[in-house]
């Protein structure tokens, strides 16, 4: 099998970051579709329009639905082709930027990713993730390619509120585990080809950077400023994320995430929240050591992420297991990547490890 690494064209971190959009958007079109979040319009929408200005790049902008969906990924890409647009641009969330993304791609389009929050790895990465208009998960686009370029402005990012921050840590925590799953499982990495030495030490670096400067680097978004461990953070939680995952492969944790989505309860939470609660529900079904369970909670309570089922909204109650089995069900469903783990995994087992973990979690906080 042939090993394969994938990443953007080119990323570029730093603060003030989108004051050079038009600058590296010249690069890649003349003529922009911009789809942008709704707080992101307002954030920094001036600044981006007077960036692509001042380099001559006209724009059509648009203002983003709310949902990565079929009928939304079709609403845009009408608009695109009435705009004759060259290029598209996506600012603001990971589901702007997954929306983007599928825009771009079926009109063989090259695409700019500028987040505006640090809450997922999807900026870096060739995937979207399709839910329906309800915001259930429906399916995994994979493209040929990752984003041309990636803009990650990270005195914005510092300024927004720190669960998102939060919620990127926790989709970047599951990063290493999976990784280590699928490669000692010998599965083929997300798309095809092998797993390679470069991306299993790119996953490993994410999670040694989380633990390092992890909540030094809440504690400074707290306060609305960009330090050291900030900008590694967001480089752990974008970068190294996306494209260890990428170039590795996901497991337990991220069909944990998919099986939360089922209940009406946890669609407040964010995806690297629930993921974060999925690697818990890995571990368990691993049955990973005592010492690696503790330093994964212990981080998770200190960061502020969940590790219980009533942090996540799923309240005790007399139809709890039914819930959590519907969860499980879900979780094991045909083509999920649960099923990259190196044994047999059931609907029960999911549904043992999910309460095990749950009870886990409690134990940590009281």
Not at 78 to 90: M, P, S, T, W, Y
Not at 206 to 233: M, Q, R, W
Not at 239 to 253: I, Q, V
């Amino acid at each position: 099998m042939l090993k394969v690494i994938q990443a953007p064209s080119k990323y570029i971190q730093g603060p003030d970051a989108l004051l050079s959009i038009g600058k590296y958007t010249k690069t890649i079109a003349d003529h922009v579709f911009v789809i942008i979040g709704n707080s992101a319009m307002k954030l920094v929408g001036d600044t981006v329009y007077n960036s692509l200005e001042e380099y001559d790049v006209t724009s059509h902008f648009e203002v983003f639905g709310g949902e990565c969906s079929r009928n939304e990924i079709q609403r845009l890409s009408d608009i695109l082709k009435e705009n004759e647009c060259q290029a598209v641009i996506g600012i603001g969330g990971g589901k702007v930027q997954d929306t983007a993304k599928v825009v771009a791609y079926e009109s063989k389009l090259p695409i700019l990713i500028a987040p505006t929050i640090s809450s997922t790895n999807a900026p870096s990465s060739a995937l979207s993730v399709v839910y329906t208009d309800d915001g259930e998960f429906e399916d995994y686009l994979f493209f040929p390619t990752n984003p041309d370029i990636v803009l990650v402005d990270t005195a914005l990012i510092a300024k927004a509120p720190t669960r998102f921050l939060v919620a990127g840590i926790g989709d970047a925590l599951a990063t290493y585990f999976e990784a280590r799953i699928c490669s000692t499982a010998h599965k083929p990495r997300m798309t095809d080809g092998g797993i390679s030495r470069t991306a299993m030490a790119l996953a490993h670096l994410c999670y040694e950077t989380l633990l390092e400067d992890g909540y030094k680097a809440k504690l400074a978004v707290d306060a609305g400023v960009s330090t050291p461990a900030v900008e590694n953070v967001i480089e752990a939680s974008i970068y190294l994320s996306g494209l260890g995952f990428e170039n590795t492969g996901l497991a337990a944790a991220h069909s944990v995430h998919n099986g939360f989505t089922v209940l009406e309860e946890c669609h407040h939470m964010y995806h690297g929240e629930k993921v974060a609660f999925g690697v818990i529900v890995q571990l368990v079904l691993e049955n990973s050591p005592n010492e690696e369970l503790d330093t994964v909670l212990d981080f998770c309570v200190q960061v502020g992420l969940p590790v219980t089922l009533d942090q996540l909204g799923v309240k005790d109650g007399e139809k709890l297991k039914e819930k959590v089995m519907a969860v499980a069900k879900a979780s094991c469903a045909e083509g999920e990547t649960i099923h990259n783990m190196p044994f047999e995994v059931t609907p029960e087992k999911v549904y043992a490890a999910i309460l095990a973990a749950d009870r886990m979690g409690r134990d940590w906080l009281y």
